[in-house]
């Protein structure tokens, strides 16, 4: 990222002029969602390298081809240049340079439904201005992994998954998150208690607590460790997604205190049979969302912000 010094002058009533020094920065930027404003300005959200999640107004923007050639559609990323502004939230967005944009994602109503899932959780529970570039490299490169692949249920309940766990939100599966005892890998029924962050073995769980086989949790884990196109050999069935969208959405209410709208969007559009990835292995080079390790493990803590509602 560049910032640039630019000099601006404000007027008050009791001064002939306060001259200020107002930073400008440039930066990769994937655009999240737009609205919008007026006769000529839009409204746009966008998930920068190097600032993190910023609203930004971008004057005149649906008149102006020069500075904002045909870029300002989401899944799109672009160089923005961006000005701070003087006592307002909103910074300037003053043009945009296209970097890449994800066509298959907008040509496939599968594929976008997992998209704007990414594109929700990144806009509804970032904390705004919280740099985190290795985020924004994660986000573009599921995109690309998305717009490459088939479009199934299982796909969007990992896509789901990781990104919580980028988020601070990783759900404790592979030891009872009450009392810290290892969960085997079998047909053995524990539970998932998101109060405690994840699973509980059977000692610690309580009869409101969804019932989940080992197995189930085992595949989850190593869902969340291995590249998005590997997930055909983890061998989950129709019935085991559905019940890991229940447990996903059960914890994602309790520890973000909303839901991802997206969601039932995107399984309305994904049929039932969708559910299981096909089983095939498909392409298993690592994918660019899987080059760094997940967030912490266990627990389901988050520190800094806290995350954004409705």
């Known amino acids: 990222m560049r910032s640039l010094g630019l000099v601006g002058v404000l007027r008050g009533p009791r001064s002939s002029g306060t001259i200020l020094t107002v930073p400008e920065h440039r930066t990769p930027a994937l655009i999240l969602r737009t609205f919008d404003q007026g006769e000529s300005d839009r409204l746009v959200h966008l998930y920068t390298e190097e600032l993190g999640r910023v609203s930004a107004i971008a004057k005149g923007a649906r008149r102006s081809q020069r500075r904002f050639p045909g870029a300002l559609e989401i899944l799109t990323v672009v160089e923005a240049r961006l000005v701070d502004r003087p006592r307002s939230s909103l910074a300037r967005l003053e043009g945009v340079k296209l970097i890449r944009s994800f066509e298959p994602l907008v040509s496939n109503l599968g594929r976008y439904a997992i998209a704007c899932e990414l594109l929700e959780m990144l806009d509804r529970f970032t904390g705004e201005r919280e740099a985190s570039p290795d985020l924004f490299r994660f986000a573009t490169g599921v ?19 990781k990104t919580l766990a980028r ?28 109060r405690h962050g994840g699973a509980v073995c059977r000692s610690c769980r309580s009869p409101e ?95 800094g912000a806290p995350p954004r509602g409705s």
């Open 143 to 161: 995109l690309e992994v998305v717009g490459e692949d088939r479009p199934d249920r299982l796909l969007g309940l990992l896509v789901l998954a």
């Open 209 to 303: 607590d969804v019932r989940v086989s080992g197995r189930v949790l085992a595949a989850l884990e190593s869902g969340l460790r291995q590249p998005l196109r590997q997930r055909g050999r983890l061998g989950l069935g129709s019935a085991d997604v559905l019940l890991a969208e229940t447990l996903l959405d059960r914890f994602v209410r309790f520890h973000l205190g909303a839901q991802v709208r997206t969601c039932a969007f995107l399984r309305t559009i994904l049929s039932a049979e969708s559910l299981d990835g096909g089983r095939a292995p498909g392409n298993t080079a690592a994918g660019p969302d899987e080059r760094r390790p997940g967030a912490a493990k266990g627990g389901a803590t988050r520190a």
């Open 167 to 194: 988020l601070g939100y990783r759900p404790g599966l592979v030891r009872c998150t009450a009392c810290g005892r290892a969960l085997g890998a079998g047909g053995e029924q524990v539970g998932f208690a998101p």
